[in-house]
């Protein structure tokens, strides 16, 4: 599927779209219909609605300073949202953008804050067809620049297109209803997600629930060494992500570019740490712009439920890939 998956660049209410392969440069073209894909966008989002609860304390004095604390916070995790391409944390995306609306956004972005972010969600498809993830990650606006190259098959120009280059933060979970802004794009209410708390929380669950796992969170950093301990099956005892690398390196479609990406995601979390080794994974053997040499995993990494589940999903992309390299098991 990750060959020839189409991403769709949607803002809520817009009036427009881009389609584009994934991971590369790309310019925002135009579709005939973006009403109908965005009449689709609204409705797969109708069902992730969550309600919140009011205080029942009488005290008017307690009661607004509550409510003022409840402002604050959900200021400081509304995100105003893009569908582009699935991100994992620690990925770096350069693109072109031409559309009005979206360049209000990141021009809003860049004004308001001091580290100017925006939402990133991929798309995944399902028997409906294509839907946005829930789950997906704070993209910081690290350049936005003129364009100085525009690709001969792009309908931008040179005079309204602006470079972007976006770095992937923390991961993010949609609560609630996504909305419209009055700027025209769209934003919602995010819990962040942190993995060492997330570990934490599902371990104290699982000891405490009966019919849970208590032994996942163990087997997830016990799997979570294969990564990077010497492999007796693969040549001179190397371990799977030197492997990887080493294949990689010969698969490379620009010069440096394993070594550019490798510089990007910094090093690999250590064994203690499975949920964020396996993010690491996935952004390695699925980068931006692709190899074409892995299955897409990122869409299951951000939505797996536990850190086992991550670790499991990595190790499997990965094998894939090296034998796919090595030719193996060759996937297409």
């Not at 005290?59 to 604050?72: F, G, K, M, T």
Request: hydrophobic residues 40%; charged residues 25%.
């Amino acid at each position: 599927m990750s060959r020839f998956l189409t991403f769709i660049a949607l803002a809520y209410g817009i009036g427009a779209a881009s389609a584009l392969a994934p991971s590369f440069r790309y310019s925002t073209p135009k579709l005939n219909s973006p009403h109908k894909l965005l009449s689709t966008f609204y409705n797969d989002f109708e069902e992730f609605n969550t309600s919140s609860t009011l205080s029942t304390d009488t005290d008017p004095l307690l009661n607004a300073l509550r409510n003022r604390q409840q402002e604050i916070e959900s200021s400081a995790t509304i995100l105003p949202l893009m569908i582009l391409d699935c991100m994992l944390p620690r990925q770096v995306l350069d693109i072109q953008l031409s559309h009005p609306t979206l360049k209000d956004l990141i021009n809003h972005r860049m004004l308001e804050k001091e580290r100017p972010t925006i939402g990133m969600l991929g798309m995944i498809r399902t028997a409906r067809g294509y839907v946005p993830l829930t789950n997906g990650v704070e993209v910081e606006i690290v350049e936005c620049l003129p364009v100085q190259d525009i690709p001969n098959d792009s309908t931008a120009s040179s005079e309204d297109a602006w470079d972007v280059t976006l770095k992937a933060k923390r991961r993010f979970n949609i609560l609630g209803e996504v909305v419209k802004t009055e700027g025209g794009w769209t934003e919602a209410r995010v819990d962040f997600l942190d993995s060492k708390t997330e570990e934490e929380m599902q371990q104290k669950q699982s000891e405490k629930k009966e019919g849970q796992d208590p032994l996942s969170l163990a087997r997830a950093m016990s799997k979570s060494r294969q990564f990077t301990q010497p492999n007796g099956n693969i040549p001179n005892n190397l371990s799977i992500i030197e492997r990887w690398i080493e294949l990689a390196r010969e698969n490379e479609r620009h010069p440096n570019q394993i070594d550019k990406l490798l510089n990007q995601l910094g090093e690999i979390p250590p064994e203690d740490q499975p949920t964020e080794r396996a993010l690491w994974v996935g952004a390695l053997i699925n980068p931006l712009p692709a190899l074409g040499v892995a299955m897409e995993i990122r869409p299951s990494l951000l939505m797996a439920k536990s850190a086992e589940e991550r670790v499991d999903v990595a190790l499997g992309g990965i094998w894939g890939s090296i034998k796919h390299m090595d030719g193996s098991a060759k996937m297409w």
